[in-house]
Antibody, heavy 121, light 106 residues
Framework: QVQLEESGPGLMQPSETLSLTCTVS????????VGWVRQPLGKGLVWMGT???????NYNSAVQSRLSISRDTSKSQVFLKMNSLQPEDTGTYYC???????????????WGQGASVTVSS | DIQMTQSPASLSASLGETVTIECRAS??????LAWYQQKPGKSPQLLIY???SLHTGVPSRFSGSGSGTQYSLKINSLQSEDVASYFC????????FGGGTKLELK
């Protein structure tokens, strides 16, 4: 079945670069896009960016200058890198699969369990 | 960016009751609308996509409706396991989410 699992460091210092990995199974990264979504503790969900099946990427304009998403299709892994971390980047980071719906849109239909990241000195 | 305004922010209802959550988009999203359920400490789970299509394995007491800029999620015959937060998301353009609705039992 479709599974996604995030991994990465839990505690970061301000100004450092965050690196998270999303390891997927049950589908191919060349068939589905994978997006990243952040959720501050007790708050709502914010899409950060997506790497599509063809390898192209799109980013939320609010973090675009600091964010990079890449992948290794041979290892079924998607990577998030975000530099210049600040305390407001604290939250849970989810990766999620994009699946094409019957009207041509790409809904996020399967999510990982999330990786908790705290940015603090 | 397309803004999603979700209401109410919180909701208290009794077992067996029918509840409705609303979402308004800042522009037409042509049914590119999903609803997610999130329980404490868990990841969001897809309930509805395409505004009114039930995701695999989701109980039929959940339903979605709407078009244009106005959408709603209805839960019939509320069960205890439905206590959760609910989020709408438009995916017609780059994804944006509503602020969420926290559903509690009365």
């Amino acid at each position: 079945q479709v599974q996604l699992e995030e991994s990465g460091p839990g505690l970061m210092q301000p100004s450092e670069t965050l690196s998270l990995t999303c390891t997927v199974s049950g589908f191919s990264l060349t068939s589905n896009g994978v997006g990243w979504v952040r959720q501050p503790l007790g708050k709502g969900l914010v899409w950060m960016g997506t790497i599509w099946a063809g390898g192209s990427t799109n980013y939320n304009s609010a973090v675009q200058s600091r964010l990079s998403i890449s992948r290794d299709t041979s290892k079924s892994q998607v990577f998030l890198k975000m530099n210049s971390l600040q305390p407001e980047d604290t939250g849970t980071y989810y990766c999620a699969r994009h699946e094409r719906d019957n009207q041509g849109g790409y809904v996020m239909d399967a999510w990982g369990q999330g990786a908790s990241v705290t940015v603090s000195s | 960016d397309i803004q999603m305004t979700q209401s109410p922010a919180s909701l208290s209802a009794s077992l067996g009751e029918t509840v409705t959550i609303e979402c308004r988009a800042s522009e037409d999203i042509y049914n590119g609308l999903a609803w997610y359920q999130q329980k404490p400490g868990k990841s969001p789970q897809l309930l509805i996509y395409n505004a009114n299509s039930l995701h695999t394995g989701v109980p039929s007491r959940f339903s979605g409706s709407g078009s244009g800029t106005q959408y709603s999620l209805k839960i019939n015959s509320l069960q205890s396991e439905d206590v959760a937060s609910y989020f709408c998301q438009q995916y017609y353009n780059y994804p944006t989410f509503g602020g969420g609705t926290k559903l509690e039992l009365k």
